[in-house]
């Protein structure tokens, strides 16, 4: 079955940088598609950003527009966040998931439309 690990949490100001990834391993030919959604303490999971892998324009959630960018490399079977100018309620955990059941068009934004799941990156955001 298809796995998906993060990297690159980590400690920093508001205003700096990060950048997450995201590598699937297994049968990664059955993804169409990959998401990153986050979980702050208290709070549901939600959608940040989501791309299908065969291209087409990305998702992005209303608060992350401009600041973070979603991209892939499909020979690495890796997905990327990059997230800039963070802010203080930018913290939380960052989740990758991978989608194998929909083929079509349309980007989930929800939790159940992806059936793989990685364990999480802690990004905190100190003001």
């Known amino acids: 079955q298809v796995q998906v690990v993060e990297s690159g949490g980590g400690l920093v100001q508001a205003g700096a940088s990060l950048r997450l990834s995201c590598a699937a391993s297994g049968p990664t030919f059955s993804i169409y598609a990959m998401g990153w959604f986050r979980q702050a303490p208290g709070k549901e999971r939600e959608i940040v950003a989501a791309?299908?892998?065969?291209?087409?324009?990305?998702y992005y959630a209303d608060s992350v527009k401009g600041r973070f960018t979603i991209s892939r490399d499909n020979a690495k079977n890796t997905v990327y966040l990059q997230m800039n100018s963070l802010k203080p309620e930018d913290t939380a955990v960052y989740y990758c998931?991978?989608?194998?059941?929909?083929?079509?068009?349309?980007?989930?934004?929800?939790?159940?439309?992806?059936?793989?799941w990685g364990q999480g990156t802690q990004v905190t955001v100190s003001s």
């Open positions: 791309t299908r892998r065969s291209g087409g324009n990305p």
């Open positions: 998931a991978a989608d194998t059941k929909h083929r079509g068009a349309v980007l989930g934004t929800t939790t159940p439309w992806y059936d793989y």
